[in-house]
């Protein structure tokens, strides 16, 4: 709709093209925000712990930066902005893992991230690997290479698929993990 409606402008209007390269900008910003916001409170709503406004709202958020990042580096691969990919993906998978702290605790008391923490730990661990490495290849192996002249500028492209699969696990322990103290809609 953005991008349609800049279009429109632009053939319509004498300076439309000027505002167009304004506009369009912003309302792909803006359409990208209102819909990590809307989506990160779909979960937040359901009360789950694990899907609170502070664990989803960095995961949605990172994977849009993440990959907006990935596609502006594949199609001008310069060290800043492989950096910044470099940064960010490590800023991401910090604040995944970070939930695992909760598994390390004596108390009998199971919360849900202490269940959440031990279902990534345990029988979930091999796709928590999985993910952990497409985003070090994706987001900090790829970027490093290409800005080392170790790798051609070429292969930057390659991060954008790794980092979509690695994108892809996280939400499958996103969903898997989360421990839900009861069916939504139940009395409690």
Known sequence: ???????????LIPWGATLQGLFLPAMLVGSTLLAVATQTMVYADTGRTFWSVYWTA???AGTALLMGLAAAWALRP??????????L????????IAVLKHGD???DQWTPLRRTAVLQRGPL???????????????????????VGAM????????????LLGEMAERVLFF???SPDQMPGLPR
């Open 1 to 11: 709709v953005p991008a349609g409606i800049a279009d429109a402008w632009s053939a």
């Open 58 to 60: 960095p995961r949605f």
């Open 78 to 87: 310069g060290w800043e902005v492989g950096a910044l990919l470099g940064l």
């Open 89 to 96: 993906s490590a800023l991401k998978l910090a604040s995944e």
């Open 105 to 107: 605790s004596d108390a």
């Open 125 to 147: 661990r091999p796709l928590l690997v999985v993910r952990a490495l497409l985003g070090i290849a994706g987001g900090l192996v790829i970027p490093y290479l290409v800005g």
């Open 152 to 163: 051609p500028v070429e292969f930057a492209v390659w991060a954008i698929p790794i980092l």
């Open 176 to 178: 898997t993990s989360v």
